[in-house]
């Protein structure tokens, strides 16, 4: 990943004032989806590029550690070696529930490999088990090897404007992170309007926050175009007060290969070619890898495989 964020104080007055022009917003999405997608082999090219910006995750109820160790393997080698003899995969990780990060360090380990391993925490998805007990579930999964940390904001703060509060917590939860990168889920869906997108964005990088995430995955609106536009623009922001480069993920509904090529092309126009590095880019979709395997095969043999031919862990 690339350096951690310090964060900074927090600008209440800033916050204070943040008003975000819903219609421009809703035009510069537009203009996004509206592009003329790449195709042949510079297609493949950046599919192979989304590729290594994909968080392969497993956070279900029946997680087992046959379930974990497979999603690793799976990470380890995305693409099939016939089809593709070289590819670098560093820095993108293998994302799990606390009680699993133990069981991927050892999958990773045994198979030789350095991916990171990254743990969701502070009460995933909904954020509302006491405070206490949410720096313990990040303690806990450092102290089990993860590396990354996913916390979720307590909406209930953003929803009523208590930003000090938010901020107070989230530097709580930096803390507890120790050396471990954070990356911070707002759960975009529950925060009502583009303004409270984009001020819980800033509050959050300003409380050290080393990625923003749009979203669990398990709210009823997830990772959407317009919304990645607030966000990736406070990104710009802050960074233009700063210096410091904060990461982007969207993750939740993100399931096709022309999906990804959109979501590359979002971030190459809104923040640059420096932000198309998993250290600065991820995207949250493990279903995504089969449609881009699949993409990737038919440009490599002129046909599509059955998908029983890519299995995907």
Not at 64 to 81: D, E, F, G, W, Y
Not at 181 to 208: D, P, W
Request: with cysteine.
């Amino acid at each position: 990943m690339s350096a951690r964020n310090p964060g900074t104080e927090l600008d209440l007055d800033a916050i204070s004032k943040v008003r975000v022009n819903t219609q421009a917003v809703l035009k510069r999405a537009q203009q996004i989806q509206g592009h003329k997608l790449l195709k042949k082999q510079w297609q493949a090219a950046w599919l192979l590029k989304a590729v290594t910006c994909i968080d392969l995750t497993t956070l279900a109820g029946d997680d087992t550690p046959s379930n974990v160790h497979r999603l690793c393997l799976k990470a380890i080698q995305p693409i099939r070696h016939d089809l593709l003899r070289k590819l670098d995969m560093n820095d993108k990780a293998v994302c799990v529930y606390p009680s699993r990060v133990a069981d991927a360090v050892t999958s990773l380990k045994a198979a030789n490999s350095s991916l990171p391993v990254a743990s969701v925490a502070t009460g995933f998805p909904a954020g509302q088990t006491p405070l206490e007990t949410r720096l313990q579930e990040v303690r806990m999964a450092v102290s089990d090897g993860a590396t990354e940390i996913d916390i979720v904001i307590n909406r209930t703060l953003a929803l009523t404007g208590q930003w000090k509060a938010m901020y107070d917590e989230i530097r709580q939860f930096r803390e507890a992170c120790g050396d471990a990168h954070m990356k911070t889920i707002l759960a975009i869906g529950e925060l009502g309007t583009f303004t409270n997108v984009y001020k819980a964005s800033m509050v959050a990088m300003m409380a050290g926050s080393d990625f923003i995430k749009t979203s669990t995955g398990k709210e009823s609106v997830n990772a959407t175009y317009p919304v990645a536009i607030v966000m990736v623009r406070a990104i710009r922001d802050y960074f233009l007060c700063t210096g410091h480069k904060v990461g982007f993920k969207p993750a939740g509904g993100i399931r096709t290969a022309q999906e990804s090529l959109v979501w590359l092309s979002l971030i190459k126009e809104e923040l640059g070619n420096d932000w198309l590095c998993p250290q600065l880019f991820r995207l949250g979709a493990s279903s995504l890898l089969a449609d881009i395997e699949r993409q990737i095969y038919h440009h490599v043999t002129g046909q599509y495989a059955a998908y029983h031919e890519l299995p995907m862990a």
